[in-house]
């Protein structure tokens, strides 16, 4: 997912600990210790060079971990939490963790931070900052008067689809490629709004144009993608109708999953209210959230591993009734741009198809037909 | 659009997790990537879906580890998990011959579909069980050899091995990308291996895309 990020290596703070505090650098290598780097936001204005270096520098010791002027470190719930007592004098949000191999293959991890820790004020750091776009309504106030140019090339595709609706897919996701391009060159001509993207977690401007280019377009290609998976969808409802009688330890979900269902189901349902692509993908990942979430939360013996993942997104597949899923998965698939292939989303959307292929094989009807020979739908 | 070798790029790598269920890869990932710090905090999807970043001697890696679902009953859905990754994780029990049978077979599927772009890595796990082992270092390590890949000894319980593990796959992957990088360079910009490369990002904001050469496949 999209979360704040910077290059560490480029950051004025470390560049600074480098160029000035060798000592340190190596021994946090050596002893496999924590660097904590403030985010180059909450750098400005500061003098890097005047920072005590050996607050950020953390080192393991007996029973945790200390900073090398000695103070007690503790991390808890994202946060960085310096000195003794409760509460503790300070405490400090972690952004993210980056773990740095020096030339001699020593490891030390980077905690990068929202802010320096001997700033005494919490303003609002980079995370609060920055925003998510993830709604209809956001993007359109966020794009203000550029909605309206956007809307004018939407009208235009719109018009120039109608006398290219019997061309194949292929056409279409070049088509609205080109939309997107355009779009995207629209708004970054205007340097102001190129400054407010700066200021976006989604620093990738695709995700807003995807929001709205999509909403604007979805009824078109969205049918168009149900046309041409009609008889996948027909033959694939045919199969699942065929499922009723499934229960959820026929297709092997863990017990204590099981009281999920009836949450994921409901986030599930919102599926096909979706417009966008990308709307639909988060759809599906907090789906994914809902159904393998813990009760409490060391989970780590309990892991979810991809085999309950998949278990559980089976059933829902067959309890749901969503008659399009072939269309769904294509539109994802096929008009979500600016989604790499390789990001959380993607093992979301990954898991689903893998959910599809399967029953689309016909593994759970054989798995019926196993546990109730005698049944009349039964086949051998 | 190639990039520029050097200076301020990084790496974005899937790796797929294959193996039996009973031979501790879930374990072996969330050592990696939960660590002592997070206080057990997984986040997201668990052990199924998880990242990492790293700083290899300044150059940037985004590992983005995939779990695959390791039953029996779902062989047949390993490409929807497979596909486009850079580097696989096989993983076998050393106590447990048939577990590393299922990763040869793993092997050979993955040569056949991705050929050798894959960097892949063979790992006998519980070594910490070594008086219980059915698979012994000597075959293991020379059938690695013999199908191009490489072997490693882990212990997800004894968090041994893990780390150089990840690392070395790391490097390995690095290099594949490079050479890939300057075989494209060489061949006009032609890139006709299409998304399965890996991508390589620039740290510094992207100019917008002018063309249409941005693929999307």
């Known amino acids: 997912m999209a979360v704040y990020d910077e290059n560490i290596a480029k950051n004025p703070f470390f560049v600074a600990l480098e160029k000035l505090r060798p000592d340190l650098c190596e021994r946090v290598a050596r002893l496999h210790g924590i660097v904590l780097v403030p985010c180059c936001g909450s750098l400005e204005g500061s003098m890097v060079s005047q920072l005590h270096f050996d607050s950020y520098v953390v080192q ?70 920055r925003r998510h776009l993830r709604s209809l309504e956001e993007v359109k106030e966020f794009l203000g008067r550029h909605s309206h140019k956007l809307d004018k090339l939407i009208g235009n595709f719109c018009h120039a689809f109608k006398e290219h609706d019997r ?4 056409h279409h996701i070049d088509s609205v490629h080109g939309l997107y391009t355009r779009c995207l060159q629209c708004v970054l001509r205007d340097c102001f709004f190129f400054s407010r993207l700066g200021g976006l977690a989604d620093a990738r401007p695709p995700c807003f144009r995807q929001v709205y280019v999509h909403h604007g377009i979805h009824s078109l290609i969205f049918n168009l993608v149900g046309t041409l998976e009609a008889s996948q969808d027909a033959a694939f ?53 809902t159904a393998t979430r813990t009760p409490s939360r060391a989970v780590s013996m309990e892991a979810v591993c991809a085999d309950d993942l998949l278990s559980v997104i089976l059933y829902l597949l067959v309890k749901m009734e969503i008659p399009n899923w072939m269309a769904n998965l294509s539109y994802m698939r096929n008009f979500c741009f600016s989604q790499s292939s390789k990001d959380e989303l993607s093992y979301c959307l990954s898991t689903f198809e893998a959910a599809v292929e399967y029953i689309k094989l016909g593994k759970l009807q054989h798995v019926l037909a196993v546990r109730s020979p005698a049944h009349p739908t039964a086949r051998s | 659009m190639a990039a520029a070798g050097g200076g301020g790029k990084s790496f974005s790598f899937k790796v797929v997790l294959l193996g039996e269920g009973c031979v501790g890869k879930t374990s072996m990932v969330l050592r990696y990537c939960e660590n002592k710090f997070n206080d057990k905090h997984i986040t997201t999807l668990q052990a199924s879906f998880l990242t990492k970043k790293l700083n290899i001697t300044g150059k940037r890696v985004n590992l983005a580890i995939w779990d695959t679902a390791g039953q029996e009953r779902f062989h047949a859905l390993g490409p ?20 590393f049978q299922k990763v040869k077979n793993w092997v050979k599927e993955l040569r056949k579909m991705l050929g050798n772009d894959i960097c892949l890595c ?50 390995r992957m690095m290099e594949a990308a490079q050479v890939e990088e300057r075989s494209k360079g060489n ?12 991508q390589i990002v620039d740290d510094e904001p992207q100019a917008p895309p002018t063309g249409g050469c941005c693929s999307s496949g």
């Not at chain 1, 103070?71 to 000195?83: A, F, S, T, Y």
């Not at chain 1, 061309?167 to 292929?170: A, D, N, T």
Request: proline residues 5%.
């Open chain 2, 80 to 99: 929807i998990y497979y596909r486009d990754s850079n580097g696989a994780v096989l993983v076998y029990d050393i106590t447990d011959e048939d577990s």
């Open chain 2, 187 to 198: 061949g006009g910009g032609q890139s006709a291996s299409g998304r399965r490369g890996v």
């Open chain 1, 60 to 129: 393991p010791v007996e029973d945790g971990y200390q900073t090398a002027d000695g103070k007690e470190v503790r991390i808890l719930d994202r946060q960085v939490l310096l000195g003794s007592g409760l509460p503790p004098p300070v405490s400090v949000p972690i952004l993210f963790e980056e773990t740095f191999y020096n030339a001699k293959e020593e490891s030390y991890s980077i905690l990068c931070i929202s802010r320096p820790v001997d700033a005494a004020e919490p303003g609002p750091g980079p995370e609060a900052a």
């Open chain 2, 122 to 171: 063979i790992v006998g796990n519980k070594i910490d069980l070594d008086k219980d082992r059915n698979v012994s270092t000597e075959e293991a390590e020379s059938y690695a050899a013999s199908v191009g890949a490489k072997h490693y000894r882990t212990s997800a319980k004894l968090n041994s091995g893990i780390e150089e593990l990840f690392l070395d796959l790391c490097k």
């Open chain 1, 167 to 170: 061309k194949g897919l292929r």
């Open chain 1, 237 to 289: 409802n045919k199969i699942t109708r065929s499922l009723h009688e499934l229960q959820h330890k026929d297709v092997g979900v863990k017990a204590h999953l099981s009281i999920n269902l009836s949450a994921a189901k409901r986030e599930l349902s919102q599926l096909n209210q979706q417009t966008s692509p990308l709307l639909k993908l988060l759809c599906l990942r907090k789906v994914a959230l």
